[in-house]
């Protein structure tokens, strides 16, 4: 899935626009002045030699105290993952391509015509309580996965390609007779086989096998159903990363401190604090130099960009926000999407018109001064051949929106202020978004003022903004108070797109399958997929055929600026510098 796969699920590597052949556009009212600032940073600070020790504080913007599921397996969220960066490494490095290297924890091989990868774990590589990670715990991973008992989001569809996976989450085999430990569940080697092969397997975050393990010598006397609660997870969790748990403030806080059996070396730093704090206070705690490390909040760029003592890095995440249209719900007992041909948003015109309405590259320059822009398709920019170039997304134009609806049969009767449905009711529906920043509600508010001009009812869900977990919680549930909603992705590195809208995934939460869809998605990472036109002349028919169902509409992505101390080195946004989509934090200290 995307991010996914540890998929997260967003509150709102990386190349700039301009590095992306994409330059902000100018306006008399220098709309555009945030992107401006931003494509003049570099998305690393200065290398060198660092100090040993020291501490720093970073923060973690939410205005949701965390849940803190400390595993990669039954975590949902950016929230989550963001707080375990400092321990949480994948097995796998990457280069700047993000295709998997030797040089992290594990090597990595493919046999294509065998069906299998093999696993590799380096010697050395152990828990922060000093036992080797082995091949069991890789194997773990897929359990813990995979059982019905734990309600991991992460069993999906693409990770079924592993051979017997199915078989072990439905109870018909109680081992995964697709993953082999030639030297036994201490080894460290792991050979799996799958059904068949796909062109992103040679990527991170693919999304067909797992990159993570979990310490089954640590938590294999928890029952499955009783791991996202117990003390080994949300409170002692054990990492092979730089840093481990010295201590948990519930829901707001987390002190790192270094793993002393981490394989690369002892960590420059010796401390870490993660803590929450309220987007509408970052201004605030940038000015005041609260943090060491602060992402700064787009809409209030203007009010700290001269603050000094900061060094500002910038990136364009592999992230995007997006209107989604609920279309049916989950199925439970065929782990699949389940369509509801009737539902209140199953006419694509609707949902064409809802989309024409947005204005949403005015209301983001308005607010973020360009550091947040208008997308035109799913497929982000950075993903080169594979973004359809000639897609024109949905730009504000109320007078198709209008059109489209009429033509529809959504008419306006004499005297009324809203249209109503083909049948002739009344029709309201219930927009989903998420609390944020200051601006955040006044963004939410100008799209339901536009949809009140081509004459919809548009009301929020419970009739304000939601906090993260309750909004994930709806979403997930398929409740009968969200008609669309606003929501985001953060991306795999992998542009392959069956882990979020497949039919067999629950993260399709808008519940859309349709045999035309289900093809462009195994299409694209078919065996025929190895031919690298064959797979670009399917994403872009994709991206073609999303444009015209439009049951999710591409809204927007962002430069993300970070505010660091002047004082920290060797943080960088390049992929070959990152691990698990997070720096390789062992490296960052003080300037010597």
């Known amino acids: 899935m995307k991010r996914l796969t540890k998929i997260t699920l967003c509150l709102l590597v990386a190349l700039s626009l301009a590095a992306c052949g994409q330059k902000p556009e100018k306006s008399k009212q220098n709309g555009n002045s945030g992107a401006e600032d931003a494509m003049q940073f570099p998305v690393a600070t200065s290398f060198a030699k660092t100090k040993k020790g020291g501490s720093i504080k970073v923060a973690l913007e939410t205005d949701t105290p965390f849940t803190g599921i400390f595993?990669?397996?039954?975590?949902?969220?950016?929230?989550?993952?963001?707080?375990?960066?400092?321990?949480?490494?994948?097995?796998?490095?990457?280069?700047?391509?993000?295709?998997?290297?030797?040089?992290?924890?594990?090597?990595?091989?493919?046999?294509?015509?065998?069906?299998?990868?093999?696993?590799?774990?380096?010697?050395?590589?152990?828990?922060?309580?000093?036992?080797?990670?082995?091949?069991?715990?890789?194997?773990?991973?897929?359990?813990?996965?995979?059982?019905?008992?734990?309600?991991?989001?992460?069993?999906?569809?693409?990770?079924?390609?592993?051979?017997?996976?199915?078989?072990?989450?439905?109870?018909?085999?109680?081992?995964?007779?697709?993953?082999?430990?030639?030297?036994?569940?201490?080894?460290?080697?792991?050979?799996?086989?799958?059904?068949?092969?796909?062109?992103?397997?040679?990527?991170?975050?693919?999304?067909?096998?797992?990159?993570?393990?979990?310490?089954?010598?640590?938590?294999?006397?928890?029952?499955?159903?009783?791991?996202?609660?117990?003390?080994?997870?949300?409170?002692?969790?054990?990492?092979?990363?730089?840093?481990?748990?010295?201590?948990?403030?519930?829901?707001?806080?987390?002190?790192?401190?270094?793993?002393?059996?981490?394989?690369?070396?002892?960590?420059?730093?010796?401390?870490?604090?993660?803590?929450?704090?309220?987007?509408?206070?970052?201004?605030?705690?940038?000015?005041?130099?609260?943090?060491?490390?602060?992402?700064?909040?787009?809409?209030?760029?203007?009010?700290?960009?001269?603050?000094?003592?900061?060094?500002?890095?910038?990136?364009?995440?592999?992230?995007?926000?997006?209107?989604?249209?609920?279309?049916?719900?989950?199925?439970?007992?065929?782990?699949?999407?389940?369509?509801?041909?009737?539902?209140?948003?199953?006419?694509?015109?609707?949902?064409?018109?809802?989309?024409?309405?947005m204005n949403v590259t005015q209301i983001q320059r308005k607010y973020t001064s360009g550091l947040t822009f208008r997308i035109k398709s799913l497929i982000p920019l950075q993903f080169g051949d594979y973004y359809d170039d000639k897609s024109k997304g949905y730009p504000y134009n109320p007078a198709k929106a209008k059109k489209l609806l009429d033509k529809a049969g959504y008419k306006l009767r004499p005297g009324e202020k809203y249209r109503r449905d083909p049948q002739g009711h009344k029709l309201v529906i219930h927009l989903a978004a998420m609390t944020g920043d200051a601006s955040q509600s006044k963004i939410i508010n100008n799209y339901i003022k536009k949809w009140k001009e081509i004459g919809l009812n548009v009301k929020l869900t419970t009739g304000h903004l939601l906090e993260f977990n309750t909004f994930y919680n709806l979403l997930f549930q398929d409740d009968s108070q969200v008609d669309m909603f606003i929501a985001g992705w953060t991306l795999n590195n992998e542009p392959s797109q069956n882990g979020i809208y497949g039919a067999g995934t629950q993260y399709n939460l808008e519940r859309f399958a349709t045999k035309t869809n289900t093809q462009l998605l195994e299409a694209m990472d078919s065996d025929a997929a190895f031919n690298i036109n064959y797979r670009i002349k399917v994403f872009k028919k994709w991206q073609r055929y999303m444009q015209e169902q439009a049951f999710v509409i591409p809204l927007t992505s962002s430069y993300k600026i970070t505010a660091i101390n002047k004082q920290l080195v060797n943080l960088s946004y390049e992929p070959a510098e990152m691990n698990n989509s997070h720096p390789l934090w062992y490296k960052i200290g003080y300037k010597k």
């Open 71 to 357: 595993s990669d397996e039954l975590a949902d969220s950016t929230t989550d993952a963001t707080l375990v960066q400092f321990g949480s490494e994948f097995l796998f490095d990457t280069d700047n391509s993000y295709n998997i290297t030797d040089s992290g924890a594990a090597s990595f091989s493919l046999d294509r015509q065998a069906k299998q990868i093999t696993i590799n774990i380096k010697k050395g590589v152990k828990w922060s309580d000093g036992k080797q990670v082995v091949a069991k715990d890789v194997e773990y991973a897929y359990e813990v996965i995979a059982n019905k008992a734990t309600k991991s989001s992460h069993y999906t569809s693409s990770l079924q390609d592993v051979v017997g996976l199915k078989e072990y989450h439905d109870g018909k085999a109680k081992t995964i007779s697709g993953i082999e430990m030639p030297d036994g569940e201490n080894g460290r080697k792991v050979v799996i086989h799958f059904k068949e092969m796909h062109p992103g397997m040679l990527k991170s975050g693919n999304g067909y096998f797992w990159e993570s393990a979990l310490p089954y010598h640590y938590l294999k006397n928890v029952p499955f159903s009783k791991l996202r609660t117990c003390i080994e997870i949300r409170k002692k969790p054990l990492y092979f990363g730089p840093y481990k748990v010295q201590s948990i403030e519930a829901g707001q806080k987390v002190v790192w401190t270094r793993n002393e059996y981490y394989w690369r070396g002892t960590p420059s730093l010796s401390k870490i604090s993660i803590s929450i704090i309220s987007p509408k206070s970052v201004s605030t705690a940038i000015k005041e130099r609260t943090y060491d490390i602060i992402e700064v909040v787009n809409s209030q760029w203007q009010q700290i960009r001269t603050t000094k003592n900061y060094r500002f890095v910038a990136t364009i995440p592999l992230s995007y926000n997006y209107l989604g249209f609920k279309l049916g719900k989950w199925d439970e007992k065929t782990n699949s999407v389940k369509m509801n041909k009737n539902s209140k948003m199953a006419n694509k015109s609707l949902r064409q018109a809802i989309g024409y309405a």
